[in-house]
């Protein structure tokens, strides 16, 4: 699966963004989706998955509360609203394809990645 995402930028700290990641494939539907961000010299870290139908949602502790993770399976598309941005939200954002859980989320594939959006918070 092809996965793009959008909707980054440049926000003051306060502010939001809403990010979109569009899967290429028609099996979209059949996958838990999420979002993983990357900081400046720090590890890949989870941010949020949503179910196959989008009843069922978990975030990093970090984000609950402010960031909300939706998914449009007509349009092949997930989302990511994050509203209340703080300056340590920054960070390049990843989409992923068919996550599973082992103590941690992961994609199933290492292609399953899309390539990324940079946030940008601004104190």
């Known amino acids: 699966v092809q996965l793009q995402a959008s909707g980054g930028g440049l926000v003051q700290a306060g502010g939001s963004l809403r990010l979109s990641c569009a899967a290429s494939?028609?099996?979209?539907?059949?996958?838990?989706m999420g979002w993983f961000r990357q900081a400046p010299g720090k590890e890949r870290e989870f941010v949020a998955v949503?179910?196959?139908?989008?009843?069922?949602?978990y975030y990093d502790e970090s984000v609950k509360g402010r960031f909300t993770i939706s998914r449009d399976n007509a349009k092949n598309t997930v989302y990511l609203q994050m509203n209340s941005l703080k300056p340590e939200d920054t960070a390049v954002y990843y989409c992923?394809?068919?996550?599973?859980?082992?103590?941690?989320?992961?994609?199933?594939?290492?292609?399953?990645w899309g390539q990324g959006t940079q946030v940008t918070v601004s104190s």
């Open positions: 992923a394809a068919d996550l599973r859980y082992g103590g941690k989320w992961y994609p199933a594939r290492s292609d399953y």
């Open positions: 494939r028609q099996t979209f539907s059949t996958f838990y």
């Open positions: 949503i179910s196959r139908s989008g009843t069922a949602t």
